[in-house]
């Protein structure tokens, strides 16, 4: 019987086509009044320095918790030196409080996420997302759209230090959360996740278009889930 629900953030909960925007204007509104250079600077240097940190993501060299820390670190420096301002001494501690501030306030949900996520919780469901993304991100993109408190834990790969890709990391969570394979499941947008999630046992969703093949079953929409379980 399913109790839990683990959830794939961006593609799933969050639309990503709507968070560069935000995130560009943020960025600026943040960072401007602390370090200096003009708000409207900081943007392109965001767009700049994030192309840059996903390109390292590629070949980590690292855990988890150690490559969010420092690719955010070189994430900031990157930017300063894009804006023509110094970077701080304590970029590792100012590029964390500025990720989770701006994040706190990019709302940008998938359509019905809020709606389906109370009705899941007010159904008995524990939620949780499993995203490759860090938890202080996902955390802050959920509470901008008001939905965190409906979360028992947003697992990102920093809190199970383990990267998702592979069945380790479901394996992970599950431990983690002190839950059963067999009473959980998964909804997620790229079928490699799901194959790595039904090797652990979990029971998959794929969040899809009607229509597109998959080996998982394919919801068009949350709301579909609500009806499924």
């Given at each position: ?71 955010r670190r070189l994430w900031l420096r ?5 804006v023509g301002v110094p970077s701080p ?32 919780k007010a159904r008995g469901f524990r ?103």
């Amino acid at each position: 019987m399913t109790k839990c629900i683990f959830f794939d953030a961006a593609g799933v909960l969050l639309d990503t086509s709507a968070m560069q925007t935000q995130w560009q204007r943020l960025i600026g509104e943040f960072l401007a009044p602390r370090l200096g250079g003009a708000p409207s600077a900081w943007g392109p240097a965001n767009a700049y320095a994030v192309e840059r940190m996903w390109a390292r993501y590629r070949d980590p060299r690292g855990t988890p918790r150690e490559t969010h820390e420092r690719l955010r670190r070189l994430w900031l420096r990157e930017m300063c030196e894009k804006v023509g301002v110094p970077s701080p001494r304590d970029a590792g501690a100012l590029a964390e409080e500025t990720y989770g501030w701006v994040a706190a306030r990019v709302a940008a949900p998938m359509p019905g996420v809020a709606g389906a996520m109370r009705s899941l919780k007010a159904r008995g469901f524990r939620l949780f997302t499993s995203t490759a993304q860090a938890s202080l991100e996902i955390g802050g993109y959920l509470k901008a759209i008001e939905v965190r408190e409906l979360f028992d834990e947003t697992y990102g790969t920093d809190i199970i230090d383990r990267w998702k890709t592979n069945a380790a990391f479901y394996r992970r969570i599950l431990e983690h959360a002190g839950v059963r394979a067999e009473d959980a499941v998964t909804v997620d947008d790229q079928e490699r996740c799901l194959d790595w999630a039904k090797r652990a046992g979990l029971r998959t969703f794929r969040f899809a278009p009607r229509g597109t093949p998959s080996s998982h079953d394919v919801i068009g929409a949350l709301s579909e889930l609500v009806e499924r379980l």
